[in-house]
């Protein structure tokens, strides 16, 4: 665990329903006085944003898109992470580098050895002799069939670049959600999202209060 703060990520597919999750958890822990962030990736800084922008919406190569989404988690993580964990804070990021694996790598089909290279990179803590890298405490997966979620997308608004892809594209993202749990399982919380919602935020706060993070 980060020394003072904590940091928490979310991930899933899009529609697996994580965001009223986050506020939830926002709340909870303000309720027992601990200073939150909540950020979200691609973004997180007005740099970042940028990035999100050009990501979401425009047409480009997997590498193209790997890289930028690296750049903007880099400046994420100088301008507004580290300095929130240095603060004792909780900082709860919708999405980190395992989207990268999930959607550029299981994906779009990109390098997962070259994606491991930039993750070294960006995330290295400075000073730290055993090459230690920045990673989240805890990160829960909000685990949903895609063809469910696919139905929950379609019942909200117009589609982003990743949001209009197919099915079996959503089937790959979430595989490599699973290949993430596998290779790292003590730092993944796996979420039934194919539930009610108060059914997924009792297993979420479960999630928490299990690490003594929460009463
Ligand atoms: P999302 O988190 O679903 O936000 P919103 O709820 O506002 O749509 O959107 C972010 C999208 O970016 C999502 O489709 C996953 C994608 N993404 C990547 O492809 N790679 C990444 O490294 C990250 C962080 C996100």
Request: net charge neutral.
């Amino acid at each position: 665990m980060t020394p003072n703060g904590l940091f928490i990520s979310f991930e899933g597919i899009d529609g697996a329903g994580k965001s009223t999750h986050i506020d939830g958890l926002a709340q909870a822990f303000r309720a027992q006085g601990r200073a939150v962030t909540t950020t979200r990736e691609p973004g997180g800084t007005p740099l970042a944003e940028k990035l999100r922008a050009l990501v979401l919406n425009d047409p480009m190569d997997a590498m193209t898109e790997a890289l930028l989404v690296f750049a903007a988690r880099r400046d994420h993580l100088k301008q507004l992470i580290e300095p929130a964990l240095a603060h004792g804070e909780v900082v709860l990021c919708d999405r980190f580098t395992d989207a990268s694996f999930a959607y550029q790598g299981a994906g779009r089909g990109f390098e997962l050895e070259l994606l491991s290279v930039l993750e070294q990179m960006v995330q290295a803590i400075p000073g730290n002799q055993a090459g230690l890298i920045r990673q989240p405490d805890l990160t829960i997966w909000f685990d949903l069939p895609a063809d469910i979620a696919a139905r929950r997308l379609t019942m909200t608004r117009a589609p982003d670049k990743f949001e209009a892809q197919p099915l079996d594209f959503f089937a790959r993202v979430a595989s490599g959600y699973l290949q993430r749990l596998r290779a790292q399982p003590e730092r993944f919380t796996r979420i039934d999202a194919d539930s009610t919602r108060e059914t997924v935020w009792s297993q979420v706060v479960q999630a928490i209060q299990n690490r003594g993070w929460l009463k």
